[in-house]
């Protein structure tokens, strides 16, 4: 647990001076989020994860995913609370 703290606020460190996107290991992804998505999209099959942060905007969890036979990704806080779908 400490290890994944670390490394979420060493990335947070890097992500807050400019709007950027980096891809993370699914190890790397707080279990709230993964919670989270596994409820609101069951069965779906993860294609990777990144994290979000722009300007004046909260870090985000960005997972892609493909969800009866579509793409598409969506946002989660690090507490796991939902966003939004792209």
Not at 9 to 34: G, K, W
Not at 47 to 58: S, V
Not at 63 to 79: C, M, Q, T, W, Y
Request: proline residues 5%.
């Amino acid at each position: 647990m400490k290890k994944i703290l670390f490394k979420i606020f060493v990335l947070l460190f890097i992500l807050t001076s400019c709007a950027s996107e980096l891809r993370i290991a699914f190890a790397d992804v707080p279990q709230a989020v993964v919670n989270s998505f596994n409820q609101k999209y069951p069965g779906a099959k993860i294609t990777g994860w990144e994290i979000e942060k722009e300007k004046n905007k909260p870090m985000v969890f960005e997972v892609s995913f493909l969800h009866n036979g579509k793409k598409s990704s969506a946002e989660f806080k690090p507490d796991g609370t939902f966003v939004e779908e792209e």
